[in-house]
């Protein structure tokens, strides 16, 4: 479907269409010619153009399937540096959203603010309780500026998709969704107050931690009250000049901890960890502040970026590859050799260094690279977690500059692995398991009844050599054998847990005497499986004489 270009946003189109033209290298990577002055220049104007292009410029940030490492990071470092805007505006602001006088909600509040950005600014408060809040205030215009900017990406990002195939390849117009999606998401202050709860649910073992809690009568779509969290930015610690004591190992290391945590535990993780987001406090703990960008992952997902971090940080390039291509989508053209040939040199080119030597927040950008350069389009959760470690590289470089990333990976891996097999064992994943298995199991009848009449009636060909059909029969029963006893461990187990959740009948070591009886049923029929295998799959696997 064609998209319009509107005369009113001409001047918006032409400024966006000449940062396209002067940066086209870009996506060539570095053999292509990027340097860091190009990447910082694109990082310059996009500032200059407004905060909605900002917020663009931090979304390409997340896209190291498009751009080489030199842009992502310069796009990474992106800020809000805008002026405030004034304090009577602000309790304007606060005042409609709370419906009273702000003499009324707060017991005191700063008109100076904390911190401004494009979207809004923080003042420092406190509750008629006494409690210590930061009060992030939205920008009165922000919402409707916001909406005619993206209004005039998605135009634009529409008609370079519809004329031209590279970009139609690419996803312009999905990107330009994606987009006002998550801009939608970090204007809405609610959701913002959502994520500091979840994000402080899932780090309360990490005691060196601290995530602000909001105040939830107090928070509307465009006012977010918080814990207030004071400290140094991580950013204005790296400054030699306002740095003071020695680095932190124990202090990075339950930092990173956290996000792996985040990652491949929970997956839900907080996307924008720059070191401006991140507080080093008066008690020695690192604060995590300005949660709007979030990202969530798959199960599915979570196992595969295990793997791959697993891959990297013992240098199995092939692994690596594998588990790239089991991610991502393959494109026309899609090269497998090359691709076990990029990731191969990446993985040994990182070798054991140390951050601040090969940061893992660039490897992954550069695994991401090398999929799209083989054809293969990697998913947006490596990506975005590729722009997360970006970040948090930069925050790890001040805490510790020696510090292995490769070897806290290893250090977490034991206890990351026995979760999510712990989590492929919950009563929830057997039970789908089962319907699964059940379902297919009452299809099948059907399915061969269509076989074997297609057949019946010569409309099912075959081309096959040396076809055995002893075997095939032998074979076609093995198979119903092993799908019926599937069906039946499965049933067994669902019972157990069902017996075991009721809690009735006589109890044996704290469970129904049931729960142990269907357990011991199933595992009679996984041996008797285990040893049909061994018996008679193994011995016409060997070869014979």
Do not use: C
């Not at 209004?151 to 987009?179: C, K, N, P, T």
């Not at 409309?459 to 799908?483: C, H, I, P, W, Y």
């Amino acid at each position: 479907m064609a998209t319009n270009l509107k005369a009113a946003h001409a001047g918006r189109y032409a400024a966006l269409a000449r940062l396209l033209v002067k940066h086209r290298g870009a996506a060539e990577g570095p053999e292509g010619g990027a340097t860091v002055e190009d990447a910082d220049e694109l990082a310059g104007e996009l500032v200059r153009m407004g905060p909605t292009f900002v917020k663009f410029g931090q979304l390409l940030s997340t896209r190291a399937d498009l751009l080489p490492t030199v842009y992502l990071e310069a796009l990474s470092r992106l800020r809000d540096d805008v002026a405030p805007f004034p304090a009577d505006e602000a309790i304007s602001v606060v005042e409609q959203e709370l419906g009273t006088k702000i003499s009324r909600a707060f017991k005191s509040f700063n008109r100076r603010p904390l911190a401004a950005a494009s979207l809004g600014q923080v003042h420092k408060a406190s509750l008629r309780d006494g409690r210590r809040v930061a009060v992030k205030v939205q920008r009165p215009d922000a919402r409707q500026r916001a909406l005619e900017d993206m209004e005039v990406i998605a135009e634009l990002a529409g008609f370079v998709d519809d004329h031209s195939a590279q970009a139609a390849r690419v996803g312009f117009a999905d990107m330009a969704e994606e987009f006002r999606q998550a801009l939608l998401d970090e204007l809405d202050y609610t959701r913002e107050a959502a994520n500091l709860r979840l994000l402080a649910e899932q780090l309360a073992g990490f005691d060196r931690i601290v995530v602000p809690l909001p105040v939830d009568d107090h928070t509307t779509a465009r006012l977010l009250t918080m814990d207030l969290v004071e400290g140094t930015s991580v950013g204005v610690a790296a400054n030699p000049a306002n740095r003071s004591g020695a680095p932190s190992p124990e202090l990075a290391e339950q930092l990173l901890g956290a996000y792996l945590d985040q990652v491949l535990v929970h997956g839900f993780f907080h996307a924008d960890p720059h070191p401006g987001n991140v507080l080093l406090t008066p008690d020695g703990r690192v604060g995590l502040i300005d949660v709007g960008m979030v990202a969530r992952l798959s199960p599915h997902a979570q196992e595969e970026l295990l793997r791959l971090l697993l891959s990297v940080s013992s240098r199995d390039g092939r692994a690596a590859a594998d588990t790239l291509e089991a991610l991502g989508t393959r494109l026309d053209g899609f090269d497998a050799d090359q691709l076990q040939k990029r990731v191969g040199d990446l993985v040994l080119r990182y070798g054991s260094r140390s951050v601040s030597d090969t940061p893992v927040g660039r490897l992954i950008a550069d695994l991401a690279l090398a999929a799209s350069q083989s054809g293969l389009r990697p998913p947006s959760e490596l990506t975005m977690l590729a722009k997360t470690l970006l970040n948090l590289d930069e925050v790890a470089r001040v805490l510790d500059p020696d510090i292995r990333i490769d070897e806290i990976i290893e250090r977490h891996a034991a206890r990351l692995t026995r979760h999510q097999m712990l989590q492929a064992a919950s009563p929830a994943k057997m039970m789908r398991s089962t319907l699964e298995a059940a379902a297919f199991a009452e299809a099948l009848p059907g399915r061969l009844d269509k076989v074997l009449g297609s057949l019946a009636e010569g409309r099912l060909t075959f081309s096959l050599e040396g076809l055995d059909e002893a075997a095939l029969m032998r074979g076609a029963q093995k198979l119903a054998n092993r799908v019926a006893t599937g069906v039946l461990i499965a049933a067994f187990v669902v019972a157990a847990a069902l017996f075991a959740s009721s809690g009735k009948g006589d109890v044996v070591g704290g469970y129904p005497a049931l729960t142990w009886v269907f357990l011991g049923l199933a595992g009679v029929a996984a041996l008797w499986l285990g040893v049909s295998v061994l018996r008679r799959d193994l011995p016409e696997r060997r070869p014979r004489p």
